[in-house]
């Protein structure tokens, strides 16, 4: 049995892992850097770490270990602030440069991706006034499929209109079909500084 509930401190290894293996365009990017930490230390921790109350995790109901979780943050500009004060140094001093190229040579190369580690006014989107929260998702492939990820969202949305936030936007990998197919099944819209290689969608949260 699975259920949805709140991000606990405890989960937080579990979250590293579901992002490490859902970060390849939405498949297994273990191995495809040549540290497993680097997508969880710019996608999920933290989000964990700046809005754990936004964050929920889909759980097993007996070992409690979770399978898939959402993550938002309700204010983008004020989570860029945190991350170059407090997130940003520690990150650079992990990642100084990017290690020996792997033999999967991705798109997002991982000079980029140390790039977005110390660079998050990559999140100030033209759109941040209208839409200023963004999100996070994913569900590890057993947990896929099965409602849960329109359960997430339906959460975070409430969550985050319970607290005056308008509406979210989000990026994703061109490549990730199935998660654009599900982003447009729940009524997501293109926002107007989406492009072919780099599609960005918004929702209002009610
Ligand atoms: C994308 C993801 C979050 C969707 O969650 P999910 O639990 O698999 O999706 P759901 O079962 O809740 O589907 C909700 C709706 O979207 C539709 N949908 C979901 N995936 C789809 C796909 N690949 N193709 C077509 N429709 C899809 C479902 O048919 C369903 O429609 P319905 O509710 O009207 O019946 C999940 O599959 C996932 O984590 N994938 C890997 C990681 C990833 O890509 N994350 C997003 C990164 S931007």
């Given at each position: 049995?699975?259920?949805?509930?709140?991000?606990?401190?405890?989960?937080?290894?579990?979250?590293?892992?579901?992002?490490?293996?859902t970060a390849a365009a939405g498949g297994d990017a273990?191995?495809v850097?040549?540290?497993?930490?680097?997508?969880?230390?710019?996608?999920?921790?933290?989000?964990?770490?700046?809005?754990?109350?936004?964050?929920?995790?889909?759980?097993?109901?007996?070992?409690?270990?979770?399978?898939?979780?959402?993550?938002?943050?309700?204010?983008?500009?004020?989570?860029?602030?945190?991350?170059?004060?407090?997130?940003?140094?520690?990150?650079?001093?992990?990642?100084?440069?990017?290690?020996?190229?792997?033999?999967h040579?991705p798109?997002?190369?991982?000079?980029?991706?140390?790039?977005?580690?110390?660079?998050?006014?990559?999140?100030?989107?033209?759109?941040?006034?209208?839409?200023?929260?963004?999100?996070?998702?994913?569900?590890?492939?057993?947990?896929?499929?099965?409602?849960?990820?329109?359960?997430?969202?339906?959460?975070?949305?409430?969550?985050?209109?319970?607290?005056?936030?308008?509406?979210?936007?989000?990026?994703?990998?061109?490549?990730?079909?199935?998660?654009?197919?599900?982003?447009?099944?729940?009524?997501?819209?293109?926002?107007?500084?989406?492009?072919?290689?780099?599609?960005?969608?918004?929702?209002?949260?009610?």
């Amino acid at each position: 049995m699975f259920e949805i509930r709140p991000y606990r401190p405890d989960d937080r290894e579990d979250v590293a892992l579901i992002c490490l293996r859902t970060a390849a365009a939405g498949g297994d990017a273990t191995g495809v850097y040549s540290d497993d930490a680097l997508m969880p230390e710019v996608f999920a921790l933290p989000y964990v770490e700046f809005a754990p109350e936004l964050a929920f995790v889909v759980a097993d109901t007996e070992t409690g270990r979770a399978f898939g979780y959402v993550m938002a943050v309700a204010d983008t500009a004020a989570f860029v602030e945190w991350w170059r004060r407090e997130w940003a140094p520690g990150f650079a001093a992990r990642h100084p440069a990017a290690g020996a190229p792997t033999e999967h040579a991705p798109d997002f190369t991982e000079a980029e991706l140390i790039d977005a580690g110390v660079h998050p006014e990559r999140m100030l989107v033209p759109e941040l006034a209208e839409y200023p929260a963004h999100l996070h998702i994913d569900l590890l492939p057993e947990l896929q499929g099965l409602g849960f990820g329109r359960r997430l969202i339906d959460t975070v949305r409430a969550e985050l209109a319970a607290r005056g936030v308008p509406a979210l936007h989000l990026g994703l990998a061109a490549a990730n079909t199935g998660a654009r197919a599900f982003y447009d099944r729940l009524g997501f819209h293109e926002l107007p500084s989406s492009t072919l290689q780099s599609p960005r969608l918004g929702i209002a949260t009610s």
